[in-house]
């Protein structure tokens, strides 16, 4: 089970100031043998179903919930020719994308990009700083 969340703000016309990110959460029960997880599929009574949501609801040791978000800020200055860029990226120990297996977790990530537009465009220079910090609480057997 779980909820995701985008948005996108920008300023101005020509995008001189642009605001967005993600926001994901997940709940994820690891007891594959809990046939109280999916009420809909094992009990078809309403008093039933009722009493299974309550049950599933209560998180057991092979239970997890943890959310994930990305964050940037960029701007465009001098008639879109320079850009600047500010990105953050975190995915919590416990998170786990239900559609993307593998996805990396434990993570915390931020980067930071500069662009430069030359000779009407065509020509780029920039420069590209990012900084990861992988299995941040220590909760990964290996640091990869």
């Known amino acids: 089970m779980g909820w995701f969340y985008r ?14 990110g993600e926001l994901a959460g997940n709940y994820n029960n690891g007891n594959r043998y809990d046939t109280l997880s999916y009420p809909s599929q094992n009990l078809k009574s309403p008093e039933l179903d009722r009493i299974s949501k309550e049950e599933s609801l209560k998180p057991n040791l092979s239970s997890s919930f943890d959310f994930a978000y990305n964050a ?4 465009n200055l001098f008639n879109q ?10 995915v919590g120990p416990g998170f786990s994308h239900p559609g993307v ?4 977790n434990d993570l915390n ?11 009407q465009n065509k020509l ?9 910090y992988d299995n941040f609480s220590a909760q990964k057997l290996s640091n990869r």
Request: glycine share 6%.
């Open 7 to 20: 948005f996108s703000i920008v300023l101005w016309k020509n995008r001189i100031v642009e605001f967005g």
């Open 72 to 75: 940037n800020f960029a701007l």
């Open 81 to 90: 020719t320079t850009h600047a860029r500010v990105e953050h990226s975190f």
């Open 101 to 104: 297996f593998g996805l990396p």
């Open 109 to 119: 990530k931020s980067n930071f990009r500069l662009e430069q537009d030359l000779f």
């Open 124 to 132: 780029a220079l920039g420069t590209f700083y990012q900084l990861d």
